[in-house]
């Protein structure tokens, strides 16, 4: 209880500090405001992590051009993969995320003056639009955009199916997805709990995949792929299941 205290009183001191840099940024050095997002996003992450005694590696960055664009997509069991991306990934890491994170005081101003785009899940066009502002900032800005696929936080660590919105952004911008598989974080504090655990997250980083084939065709195959490539980086290869199947809805991120 301690630590869980500590880790969000420290948290929000962090998050108010250097969020606070960013709006400033963007008002006096606008023309550098993406570099000190990437830098100062980066180091509030890792300080997050080192003072809930969380060890953060990565293997894999090899194989990725980390100076291309590119669509990351993840699986999602805690709020500490967002943490430890940021702080591993070498990337120009943003974020495909719900809209009420742009509400955030402070916070909210920051994130959206850095380019993470906020989607409302519940209005489907303007969910198309909000994919189609990810994939003009992606190709302009090199950027690593990063989404979670199953929607939302697994609250038992199997991995959950993938929505389509990852794969449409891919298949508008012509960019590889760059499968990522995260371990620990669920242990360091699962979806309903509070409580912050010290541990060691392990990120996986595989090749990157290219779609191919007709417009839904290319979409259902490349989110099958992804998906088998996301279970087979966190050990869960029996998660991959059959291909997904047809659905309309367009979701991203919690």
């Not at 948290?11 to 969020?19: E, N, W």
């Not at 899940?121 to 992606?138: F, G, P, T």
Request: hydrophobic letters at 45%; proline letters at 6%.
């Amino acid at each position: 209880m301690i630590r869980t205290v500590w880790v969000l009183l420290a948290g929000i001191v962090l998050t108010a500090f250097y969020a606070s840099r960013v709006v400033l940024a963007s008002w006096f050095t606008p023309k550098v405001l993406g570099c000190r997002c990437d830098a100062l996003a980066r180091r509030w992450c890792q300080l997050v992590l080192r003072v809930a005694g969380v060890q953060a590696e990565v293997e894999g960055t090899e194989r990725v051009d980390w100076e291309q664009p590119s669509v990351v997509v993840a699986n999602h069991q805690s709020w500490f993969d967002v943490f430890t991306l940021v702080a591993v990934l070498p990337g120009r890491v943003r974020f495909v995320a719900k809209e009420e994170l742009g509400r955030i005081p402070i916070f909210g101003r920051a994130w959206r003056a850095c380019g993470h785009i906020s989607i409302n899940r519940a209005d489907r066009k303007s969910a198309i639009q909000s994919l189609d502002r990810a994939a003009e900032w992606v190709r302009d800005h090199a950027l690593t955009m990063t989404l979670f696929p199953e929607g939302t936080r697994s609250p038992d660590g199997r991995l959950q199916e993938f929505k389509k919105g990852a794969f449409v952004l891919a298949l508008k911008t012509g960019l590889p997805i760059v499968p990522v598989g995260i371990s620990g974080t669920r242990e360091v504090m699962p979806k309903g709990s509070f409580t912050v655990r010290p541990g060691k997250i392990r990120v996986r980083v595989g090749e990157p995949i290219f779609a191919s084939g007709a417009w839904e065709v290319g979409r259902d195959e490349l989110r099958a792929q992804s998906r088998a490539a996301v279970a087979l980086l966190i050990g869960r290869p029996d998660d991959a299941g059959p291909a997904p199947s047809h659905e309309h809805s367009t979701e991203t991120n919690e």
